[in-house]
């Protein structure tokens, strides 16, 4: 099967295309040509999944499969949620939003949280989302070193303790809001 992933975070692409087949030939939107960021204007996870597989498949053409992610933190109303990536501003700073995320938390004892993630399939006929989350807890200062985004404050419930950013690939695969989210888009597509 080949498709293309609209997506232009290296580290989403690498944990999906972990979470695939290996006979399946996944093209990034910039390995389609599609160098411009892409469209992410709506107020939730899923619109802006929908946005983005939508747009990429109507450009490049075939099938498209988008993935929108966040962290919701219950103490700040699901904040960063949507705003997750842009959370501390529009360079994208991951170590940016850590920090600002710390701040806001400060003196805050309810620190349960989820990750969420919503993928968007889209063919020329129409589009699906399927969905992942996984819940857990912020800790009051960042430990580990691989991952990315909020990795290194989160410790999910269903672990061990360790943060994702402890954990290897395979790991954080077992227990992620995107392995999740990509297991119901593979039992829908039957594979």
């Not at 699906?128 to 985004?149: A, D, M, N, Y």
């Amino acid at each position: 099967m080949e498709w293309v992933l609209a997506t232009q975070n290296q580290n989403k692409v690498k944990e999906i295309k972990a979470a695939l087949p290996p006979d399946w030939t996944v093209r990034t939107a910039i390995e389609a040509g599609i160098v411009e960021e892409l469209p992410e204007t709506g107020s939730t996870l899923e619109e802006n999944a929908v946005q983005k597989a939508t747009f990429l498949q109507q450009t490049v053409g075939g099938m498209a499969l988008s993935d929108d992610s966040g962290l919701e933190v219950l103490a700040l109303g699901g904040a960063p949620g949507v705003h997750s990536a842009r959370y501390a501003g529009p360079q994208k700073d991951d170590a940016d939003n850590r920090r600002k995320l710390l701040h806001e938390l400060a003196g805050v004892s309810d620190r349960r949280a989820r990750f969420k993630t919503v993928l968007a399939w889209a063919t020329e006929s129409e589009v699906k989302t399927f969905e992942g989350e996984v819940w857990g807890q912020i800790l009051h200062e960042e430990r580990g070193t691989g991952g990315f985004g909020y990795d290194a404050l989160f410790v999910p419930d269903e672990g061990d303790g360790r943060t994702f950013a402890e954990m290897s690939l395979d790991e954080k695969k077992a227990l992620s809001h995107r392995s999740r989210a990509l297991a119901h888009w593979r039992l829908a597509l039957g594979i």
